[in-house]
């Protein structure tokens, strides 16, 4: 494990988003959410970590620059080395510290979809990001089509592949005996989402996908989000709800041929916009939703 951290120490100044952002100031909080599973938030996805007697794996992994905060707020729950992670999907605030885990060791894995996004590189014109293909090191070792389960720490932990509703390459992560789903993207909890058309995201998709998370839902088990805090079957409702909400009226205004200025100035999430607009804006969430119905709108 020392040689892993010093490996980290080594590696961390090279991410892709280091250059414009200052990560400095960013601290990771960590959250017991049932026996050996925990929550770190700091900057970017919530990310997941399951401990125990086989070692660490970790669920997505935020920015380059937070890798070591994020092996440190690890160090400080356990001494067993990081061993795997998963990613939920290829967006950069999930996958940052791929680079860094890899080079370090770490096994990833992840779907197909995710490895080819990461190989390739690309425009997110909806977000004016233009990413460049992700280094070897960055790259899942082990990729997947449908499901992937890790029997690891005394739990049966599955990675389940859902169409398409963030992007095509999302998953669900489903930790049996714990509980405890962390839902990556595709669930926001009381923010805006963002949804990734150019990557087969929709917001029909996400409505789907909440439909296949419920199910896998009791009144105990706890739910991390993509962003957002800590969850429970009653927040994927709210959320349901107000992805319904909007989606709804959205979709009517694009059928009634009415453009992206048009809908934006109906305001479409009105009843939403003070417990939601925290992270989105409600503007440029509004434009995200026009695309998913009007993909062929978007430049
Ligand atoms: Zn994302």
Same mark, same amino acid.
């Given at each position: 494990m020392k040689g892993i951290l010093f490996a980290l120490a080594a590696v961390l100044?090279? /991410? &892709?988003h280091a250059q414009q952002?200052?990560? !400095?100031a960013v601290t990771i909080k960590s959250t017991k959410v049932a026996e050996g599973v925990y929550m770190l938030e700091g900057e970017g996805g919530n990310i997941g970590v399951s401990v125990g007697d086989d070692g660490v794996f970790l669920i997505d992994d935020q920015f380059a620059p937070l890798t070591q905060k994020i092996v440190d707020a690890v160090k400080a729950i356990t001494d067993k080395p990081v061993r795997f992670l998963i990613n939920t999907h290829y967006h950069g605030d999930h996958t940052g510290g791929n680079e860094n885990l890899g080079k370090a060791g770490v096994v990833i894995i992840a779907h197909d979809n995710v490895y080819k996004r990461l190989a390739a590189g690309g425009v997110i014109k909806l977000l004016k990001q233009n990413n460049p293909p992700a280094p070897r090191a960055a790259l899942p070792i082990v990729t997947f089509n449908d499901t992937a389960t890790m029997h690891y720490n005394g739990d049966e932990v599955t990675a389940h592949k859902i169409p398409? &509703?963030?992007? !095509? /390459?999302d998953v669900f992560v489903q930790f049996k005996k714990a509980n405890?789903?962390?839902?990556?993207?595709v669930f926001a909890a009381y923010r805006y989402p963002f949804i990734d058309v150019e990557s087969g995201g929709s917001v029909k998709g996400i409505i789907r996908a909440m439909d296949i998370l419920l199910k896998m839902l009791d009144d105990n088990t706890k739910v991390i989000p993509g962003h957002g805090p800590l969850s429970t079957r009653k927040d994927v409702l709210e959320y349901r709800k107000m992805m319904t909400t909007v989606g709804g009226r959205v979709e009517k205004l694009v059928a009634a041929g009415k453009t992206l200025e048009q809908v934006v100035a109906a305001k479409p999430l009105r009843e939403f916009d003070e417990e939601w /607009? *925290?992270?989105? *804006?409600t503007d440029a969430f509004v434009e995200l939703v026009y695309y998913s119905y009007a993909p062929k709108k978007l430049k």
């Open positions: 100044s090279f /991410g &892709a952002r200052n990560f !400095d398409p &509703a963030h992007t !095509d /390459g405890v789903v962390h839902a990556g993207d /607009g *925290k992270l989105r *804006k």
